[in-house]
């Protein structure tokens, strides 16, 4: 669950930004850094709750390849929402 509010808020902060004029590219990156920043609150401040071994670099790269996708995604429909409404 934690996972797919990341990628809701990723795609928002991706889509918002766009809309309100900001260029597509800056949105996306932005976008990029929520979810491996994500991960990284997860792993080293909040507690432990696992019993094996730590996959955090794995979620790293997942992770942040999801979030690029989604937050792109986000970027590129923020501009065809911009482009309708000019």
Do not use: N
């Not at 991960?39 to 094996?52: I, K, W």
């Amino acid at each position: 669950m934690p996972v797919i509010i990341t990628l809701v808020i990723t795609f928002f902060i991706g889509l918002i930004p766009t809309i309100r004029g900001v260029k597509p590219l800056i949105s996306w990156g932005i976008a990029c850094i929520i979810t491996p920043v994500f991960v990284l609150f997860a792993e080293f401040v909040l507690p432990y709750s696992g019993g094996g071994a730590s996959f955090w670099p794995i979620a790293l790269v997942v992770g942040g390849f999801f979030g690029a996708i989604v937050g792109g995604l986000g970027a590129l429909i923020g501009v065809a929402i911009k482009e309708r409404m000019q």
